[in-house]
């Protein structure tokens, strides 16, 4: 192995009562191993691109497999939540509803196929290998519904493909006697611009209080140098497009004030410099302890030409109504994967929050605008 290493973090889940999985084994094939504490939690040091892991434990459950976990070399990454389902019984029926990221409509038509275990290469049409192959393989009806019946308890991967349309993936699982539906957005392809970007927010409901879960409206925040030359623009709900002339920088394409999403945000860097994503809790405003927007199962998605090219989960446990996602330089995305609380913006490192050529006050701004801006 070769220094440095990197991490992952993440947290088993159990599907059937949606709370964390105690004691489950995280492990890579001959390597690092982590227990998950009394809440599901993990954190396994010392892998390297390329690895997988392997999740299981004792008392009748169904091993599962992650393929080619996104390591990156010094950096602890997150996984999101990872169901892991008991063995128990028979099979259950699984569903999806696929819609267009742009405009919510169904996709008709979309070819849904269903792998076993998260994200094995075969279920990555640009890796080249067919092995192993689809449980099972369908196309969406008329209302962009799919539906997989007496699928055998455990964890899959969707992936869902359709003329026009970028790639995706998402994991499900199958719990014995349920049926358990989800809702996948499908980003077409910037057809005309090699270099743009789409970038798609899910989310499911907040957790509000001990256990209650409630509708929570979540916001894409694009920033970057403005095509006029001066200063950074800010395209949000507020601003949706930044243009100069026939020349489109950034355009929010789709605001979802409610709900799940999709929330989607296209750029097209025709400037130098640093563009910059981040996605903001609206419903709880300025409250600098609400950690909402950390278990609200939040996911971006960022997509070139047809090809999904990296997901994002917000930081596991942490507070904060602002979640800094990465930023672009040129054709590099970076990681930035991190939870700032209003009160920590006045020490948040300028190299995140504004370009060494911003505007001085775009990080109070930002706070300011968020804040008071009332939705249309």
Known sequence: ???????????????????????????????????????????????????????????????????????????????????????????????ASIVNALDDTPVVGATVSLFADINPPSSNPGSGITTPLAVGQSTTDALGNVTFASIPPGTYTYLVAAPGFSFT????????????????????????????????????????????????????HMTGPALSGEGRFHVAYFNRVESSGEDTLAVLDNDAKDGQGPETVTLRPATSGIHKYYVHNYSDAADSLSSRLSSARARVDVYRGANLIATFYPPAKAQGVLWAVFQVDGSTIAPVNEMIRI??????PGTFLRAPDADADERRGIVRDWSRRPKP
């Open 1 to 95: 192995r070769q220094a440095p290493e990197g991490a992952v973090t993440g947290r088993v889940i159990n599907p059937g009562t949606g709370g964390g999985f105690v004691g489950a084994t995280v492990a890579s094939a001959g390597g690092p191993s982590a227990t998950t504490d009394s809440t599901g939690s993990f954190t396994l040091n010392g892998l390297v691109p390329g690895d997988d892991l392997s999740l299981s434990a004792s008392g009748g459950y169904v091993t599962v497999v992650f393929y080619d976990v996104p390591v990156r070399l010094g950096q602890t990454v997150y996984l999101g939540e990872l169901p892991m389902a008991s063995s128990s019984g028979g099979g259950g029926n699984i569903s």
């Open 169 to 220: 993936r998402k994991v499900v699982v199958s719990v014995s006697g349920a049926s358990l539906p989800t809702r996948i957005a499908l980003a077409p392809v910037v057809a005309d611009d090699a270099a743009a970007l789409r970038v798609v927010l899910t989310w499911g409901d907040c957790q509000g209080g001990a256990s209650n879960l409630v509708p929570c409206d979540l916001d894409s």
């Open 343 to 348: 009160q920590d913006f006045p020490i948040v």
